[in-house]
Every structure is written in structure tokens, then in C-alpha cells.
Nanobody, 116 residues
Framework: QVQLVESGGGLVQAGGSLRLSCVAS????????MGWYRQSPGKEREMVAS???????DYADSVKGRFTISRDGGKSTVYLQMLSLKPEDTAVYYC??????????WGQGTQVTVSS
């Protein structure tokens, strides 16, 4: 059973930064891709950033230039470095892993709140 555990969320002022971590129960290279998603009240969950097994990355337009996804295979961890945070970045952030292009696994989420 795949387990993903996120951490690093919190309350930060606008313009501040946070780094989220997602620790997987197995090797992160066993997944086709991993990513960060977010969901705020009344809105659908949206992709924020993703990274494939090969290292290709993708970002939502709203976070390009501010957020960076990275990974550490030795620690089975994927990170999301968030800079220049805005109030509209407030959401619950979820880590997702895709296995064999068929199975999606989600973490429990971590709250990020950006005050103005």
C-alpha cells in the first residue's frame, strides 16, 4: 500500500515562503509521476506542479516563476518550494503519485494559509 505524508504547511504573510515535503512509503522512482495539487473552499482541486520519473516538470500558470518542484530519491521525498506567496495561494495542498499510469495515490493534505 502506497502512503504519502505531506508536511510543511502553515501560516505565512504575503510575500513569504514555505517548503512542502511529501514522503513516500517506497521509492519515488517507482511512480510515473508525482505532483502537488491544491484545493480551496468552493473550488475544484487543481494541479500546481508535477515531476515525471524522468525529471520533466510542469507548473500551473499561476505559480510559474514562484514555485519549484524537486525531489530527493534517497529520502523518497518530493518538495514544493513556494516563494512570493499570495493570499490566493491559500489552500490545502495534496501530494499525488501515479503508478503505472493507472493508479493515483493521495496524501492527507497540508494547509497553507497566506495572510494579506
Amino acid at each position: 500500500q502506497v502512503q504519502l505524508v505531506e508536511s510543511g504547511g502553515g501560516l505565512v504573510q504575503a510575500g513569504g515562503s514555505l517548503r512542502l515535503s511529501c514522503v513516500a512509503s517506497g521509492s519515488i522512482f517507482s511512480f510515473n509521476a508525482m505532483g502537488w495539487y491544491r484545493q480551496s473552499p468552493g473550488k475544484e482541486r487543481e494541479m500546481v506542479a508535477s515531476i515525471t520519473r524522468g525529471g520533466s516538470t510542469d507548473y500551473a500558470d499561476s505559480v510559474k516563476g514562484r514555485f519549484t518542484i524537486s525531489r530527493d530519491g534517497g529520502k523518497s521525498t518530493v518538495y514544493l518550494q513556494m516563494l512570493s506567496l499570495k493570499p490566493e495561494d491559500t489552500a490545502v495542498y495534496y501530494c499525488k503519485a501515479n503508478l503505472r499510469l493507472r493508479y493515483d495515490y493521495w496524501g492527507q493534505g497540508t494547509q497553507v494559509t497566506v495572510s494579506s
